[in-house]
């Protein structure tokens, strides 16, 4: 792979551009023998300009990941404003691509109910690596008329024998559904219901997915327009799940959606778009673009480096009592090498607390905590940039310098009101926070002065143990 990119800041396990800009995961899937991460990539410009194309990694473990090529590039009429978002089928022993191709006329128009197509196109990959070549299987005028031009980013899977896409789209009185469509061959499609929430979601929902898990079933999508919450709802656009305790036929999805049931998939300042999929252990894995569109805040420091953002880790998805976890994969533990951290028990007492107080190296580091629960105050800081504290069954986490790049707090709510298990992964400017074995996950671009060193400060702390990752 070639890395024009480099600088302080390049991740060294999460993947990231070669150069230039990344967002959504598209495509993920195990075929062959391998795991494919596709991703939205802009390789000319950090900042996303110059054409919108499909990247594309792979891995044989899930934890170290090989950039490929650009695979998909906008040179057909059908996408020739950007080769949008979308997903992989491997049900029948090829890798079968279903993305949104992005086509936007000249002329004075709103772009939104007029001057725009999303197409979906297919793009079979019979090895794996090489695509086939394109095919047109919907255009807007095969959608149903009350909606915009906004339709975009399928999810092809099957269920009962029958194959089922679904899409994120925006009526033409701007109110955000899913559009599921029904066919026999994955190549005529036609629709089986349109989606509308009840409840007020905004005007457009991204990015759908839809699976079974340990009979349950959960729908995912990105909400673009909801009401902001305190403790919730606080980015610009919002990622999340509705989670039924049984299994939920396609058909019947729109039973499962509600904003009380609404959960984020992660309450950071940088999480939107994932895409899950099934590891041949049977494991569902969800990756997300560590990164919100329009967010307003930024990573200046990577943009300088000649690239920005990246995906998050692997994560593996649990329902547990009801309860939604997603944990980095076990894969990961693979690349801890040297000890940064490690206390056993931690018996220095301050007071009635213990306080653990370290310089970690390396850049690149994966840091397992089981704390004492607190009722309020700080749980953790990093150097003097970046604090996480308790407040009841309110957690908080807060930037104090400006190695947040303009990022500022980001609320959560405890389900039991205890914190008893952190872990931390950082890799450079990238730091992923996992409360009570990923109950509540916190994903945060961070660009500490020098990230090899970086002092982490812990109160109450039972035990420590932390690791290098290479
Ligand atoms: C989500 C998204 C998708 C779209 C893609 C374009 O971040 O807006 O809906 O397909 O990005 O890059």
């Known amino acids: 792979m ?45 900042e996303g300009a110059g054409g919108r194309f499909w990247g594309h990694c792979v891995s044989k473990d899930l934890a170290h990941f090989t950039f490929v090529d650009t695979p998909i590039v906008t040179d057909t009429s059908w996408d020739s404003d950007g080769a949008y978002s979308g997903g992989a089928y491997t049900g029948d022993g090829i890798l079968e691509i279903y993305y949104t191709g992005n086509v936007k006329h000249a002329g004075n128009y709103d772009y939104i109910n007029e001057g725009r197509d999303h197409n979906v196109i297919r793009v079979d990959f019979a090895d794996g690596i090489h695509p086939g070549p394109k095919q047109l299987i919907l255009t807007n005028a095969d959608y149903p008329s009350d909606l915009s031009c906004h339709v975009r980013d399928p999810k092809v899977f099957k269920e009962d024998n029958c194959f089922y896409m679904l899409l994120g789209m925006r009526s033409r009185s701007s109110k955000g559904g899913l559009l599921l469509l029904r066919s026999v061959d994955r190549l005529h499609w036609e629709s089986a219901k349109e989606i509308y929430p009840e409840d007020d979601f905004g005007y457009m929902l991204e990015c759908p997915d839809f699976f079974d898990i340990d009979g349950s079933t959960v729908v995912s999508f990105c909400p673009q327009g909801m009401k902001h919450e305190t403790d919730r709802f606080q980015n610009t656009y919002e990622s999340g799940y509705c989670l039924s305790d049984h299994k939920t036929a396609a058909t019947d999805l729109n039973q499962l959606i509600s904003i009380d049931g609404f959960r984020e998939w992660d309450i950071g300042f940088d999480f939107y778009a994932p895409q899950t999929f099934k590891a041949p252990d049977g494991r569902r894995i969800l990756i997300g673009w560590a990164g919100v569109p329009d967010s307003g805040y930024g990573n200046d420091p990577a943009i300088a480096e000649g690239w920005q953002h990246s995906l998050t880790l692997p994560r593996e998805i649990s329902v547990r009592n009801g309860i939604l976890y997603t944990y980095p994969v076990k894969e990961l533990e693979k690349r801890r090498e040297r000890k940064v951290l490690g206390f056993g028990l931690v018996n220095k007492a301050a007071g009635e607390q213990n306080i653990l107080g370290s310089e970690l190296t390396g850049g690149a580091w994966d840091l397992e905590i089981s704390t004492a629960d607190i009722e309020n105050g700080l749980i953790l800081s990093l150097n003097d940039d970046l604090k996480l504290w308790k407040d009841k069954d ?76 290479v």
């Open 394 to 469: 309110r957690l908080t986490l807060g930037f104090t310098s400006d190695a947040g790049c303009r990022r500022s707090e980001r609320r959560a709510r405890l389900l039991n009101g205890r914190v008893e298990r952190l872990r931390l992964v950082f890799d450079r400017s990238l730091l992923e926070i996992y409360v009570n074995l990923g109950e509540i996950v916190f994903t945060t671009r961070y660009y500490p002065s020098d990230p090899d060193r970086i002092m982490v400060f812990l109160r109450s702390v039972i035990s420590a143990e932390g690791w290098g990752i």
């Open 2 to 46: 070639k890395e024009t990119a480099e600088g302080k800041y390049r991740h060294r396990f999460h993947i990231k551009p070669p150069e230039g800009w990344l967002n959504d995961p598209n495509g993920t899937c195990y075929f062959n023998g391998q795991y494919h991460i596709f991703f939205q990539y802009s390789p000319n410009s950090p």
